[in-house]
């Protein structure tokens, strides 16, 4: 996702955390977010330059056509290294988290930078094209035309669907969008919102469910009808952004229900 993706998933994860999660993600958050979630939420596309090796963390590259993902065959990164995928990274952030109950103020790990990751990265998770096709890398490669601007199919989900629909129904507000999806969840979606926080089994680990499902929603939607040189326009944007907006949806409720996990009550 772009900053208004991430804001969006971090502003409903936010408040929807119990007191213990909220409090520890309080004493975790650096001191310029002034306790906001959703500020801070972008920081790791900020540090991708200055940690070079967190760059493969954002995405999951899976086989061309196959439209799933399995953990052993998929999370590596370009140099075949095991775990380094966004799938990797949300485990790998978790385990350090969970050090914080105890030793919060001694642990081995930078908590404040593990809450940042984890909180991006659970977003990036839900955008179908971050668990996209290999030969694409994601739909990066796939030149069409935005309405009437030059665009790549990757960018469309992670910032141009989001920003027409601020543009025609939020009078140009992440905060507009914010507040319909909020209200979408205790309503339109209000009992499918346990199943989504459920964390599968032992032998399934939830990030296993999100990456399968943006995958299938990559060729379901993202992909579908698109091609080199399409132009994607009013009937592709008034498809998808259902779609993108139960994505987002899922991204903060799901993160909200790992942080609580994860800091207990
Ligand atoms: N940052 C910010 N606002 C501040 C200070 C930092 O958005 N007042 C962001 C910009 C950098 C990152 O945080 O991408 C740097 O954080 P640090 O150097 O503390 O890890
Ligand atoms: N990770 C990393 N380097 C760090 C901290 C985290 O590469 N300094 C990421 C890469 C992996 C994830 O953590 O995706 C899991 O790492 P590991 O396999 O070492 O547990
Ligand atoms: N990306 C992806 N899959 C890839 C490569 C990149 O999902 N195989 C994502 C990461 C960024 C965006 O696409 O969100 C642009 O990547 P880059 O900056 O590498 O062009
Ligand atoms: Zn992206
Ligand atoms: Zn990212």
């Known amino acids: ?6 804001f ?5 994860a936010q408040s929807r955390l119990s007191k213990a999660a909220a409090d520890a993600v309080q004493e975790l958050l650096p001191e310029f977010a002034q306790g906001d979630l959703a500020s801070v939420c972008i920081w790791a596309d900020r540090v991708k330059f200055r940690y070079h090796w967190s760059s493969p963390l954002h995405f999951i590259d899976t ?3 196959l439209c799933t993902y399995q953990y052993d065959r998929d999370c590596k990164d370009e140099a075949g290294e095991k775990g380094r995928c966004v799938a ?31 909180s ?14 290999t030969g694409d890398r994601g739909g990066n490669t796939i030149d069409i035309h935005w309405y009437t601007r ?9 910032s141009n669907i989001i920003e027409t629909a601020e543009g025609k129904f939020y ?8 507040d319909a999806i909020q209200t979408n969840i205790t309503n339109e979606w209000a009992d499918q919102v346990e199943e989504w926080e459920k964390c599968g089994s032992d032998e399934v680990p939830c990030t296993e469910i999100y990456a399968s499902e943006s995958i299938q929603a990559a060729c379901d939607w993202a992909y579908k009808g698109v091609s080199e040189g399409s132009t994607l326009a009013e009937r592709y ?20 229900a790992a942080l609580n996990r994860i800091f207990g009550s």
């Open 171 to 178: 009078d140009f507000s992440v905060d507009g969008l914010v």
């Open 8 to 12: 969006t998933v971090c502003k409903i």
């Open 150 to 158: 030059k665009q790549n199919l990757h960018h469309v989900w992670d």
């Open 120 to 133: 991006h990265f659970m977003g990036d998770i839900h955008q179908p094209l971050h668990v996209g096709f």
């Open 88 to 118: 990797g990274a949300i485990n790998n952030y978790t385990s350090q988290l969970l050090t914080y109950n105890t030793q919060p103020s001694n642990s081995e790990y930078n908590l404040t930078e593990a809450l940042l990751f984890l």
């Open 63 to 65: 086989p061309d056509s």
């Open 1 to 6: 996702w772009g900053i208004d993706g991430h």
């Open 237 to 256: 944007f008034a498809s998808r952004v259902p779609v993108l907006n139960l994505r987002l949806a899922q991204g903060g409720v799901r993160l909200a």
